[in-house]
T-cell receptor, first 112, second 115 residues
Framework: TQLLEQSPQFLSIQEGENLTVYCNSS?????LQWYRQEPGEGPVLLVT???GGEVKKLKRLTFQFGDARKDSSLHITAAQPGDTGLYLC????????????WGAGTKLIIKP | EPEVTQTPSHQVTQMGQEVILRCVPI?????FYWYRQILGQKVEFLVS????????KSEIFDDQFSVERPDGSNFTLKIRSTKLEDSAMYFC?????????????FGNGTRLTVT
């Protein structure tokens, strides 16, 4: 069974600080997606990374896919209260064309 | 921006009853999915649907579950005889192509409570 382990599960920091969320697996994924989920809503895609070593930036968010395509990280620079939410990583396994394997999520709270 | 819509937002049913959860995917999308999220747990894949048939299903998607695209717009998930452990948020999603390269667009979910 392929698993994605996210860490930390919960993070509460002050506005302006930097943070990194990790998504790790022992399995290789063909791509990895990061989603953000607000209470009472479905996940909303932030980014998809496909190539080993790939780095993508979305304003203050930087996403990196590991060279071996087994792990990924999300780095937020100068966090703002609007970044508060649940961040989920989801990987497309090599042996499936259709499903995504999900991490348990990181609940992020940015205090003003 | 086009969105995936799900109805109802909350469904309460008694154990053993049948429920149908409804979804309207984004109109030009070809791939449809049901995922569920039990409270406090990970999002879990149930089933994917393409070209009017199930393309992949998980171990969770047993004989009690079925999906249907009865017309050109709706995509439904039926649970024939609900169990307490079926209580969860059920998310419908759609995509233009397979998830490897195409983002999934999720609805806001149906909260199913089985009593």
């Amino acid at each position: 069974t392929q698993l994605l382990e996210q860490s930390p599960q919960f993070l509460s920091i002050q506005e302006g600080e930097n943070l990194t969320v990790y998504c790790n697996s022992s399995s290789v994924f063909s791509s990895l997606q990061w989603y953000r989920q607000e209470p009472g809503e479905g996940p909303v895609l932030l980014v998809t990374v496909v190539t080993g070593g790939e780095v993508k930036k979305l304003k203050r968010l930087t996403f990196q896919f590991g060279d071996a395509r087994k792990d990924s990280s999300l780095h937020i620079t100068a966090a703002q209260p609007g970044d508060t939410g649940l961040y989920l990583c989801a990987g497309a396994p090599l042996d499936s064309n259709y499903q995504l394997i999900w991490g348990a999520g990181t609940k992020l709270i940015i205090k003003p | 921006e086009p969105e995936v819509t799900q109805t109802p937002s909350h469904q309460v049913t008694q154990m053993g009853q049948e429920v149908i959860l409804r979804c309207v995917p984004i109109s030009n999308h070809l791939y449809f999915y049901w995922y569920r999220q039990i409270l406090g747990q990970k999002v879990e894949f149930l089933v994917s649907f393409y070209n009017n048939e199930i393309s992949e299903k998980s171990e969770i998607f047993d004989d009690q579950f079925s999906v249907e695209r009865p017309d050109g717009s709706n995509f439904t998930l039926k649970i024939r005889s609900t169990k307490l452990e079926d209580s969860a948020m059920y998310f419908c999603a759609s995509s233009e192509s397979r998830p490897r390269g195409s983002p999934l667009h999720f609805g806001n979910g149906t909260r199913l409570t089985v009593t």
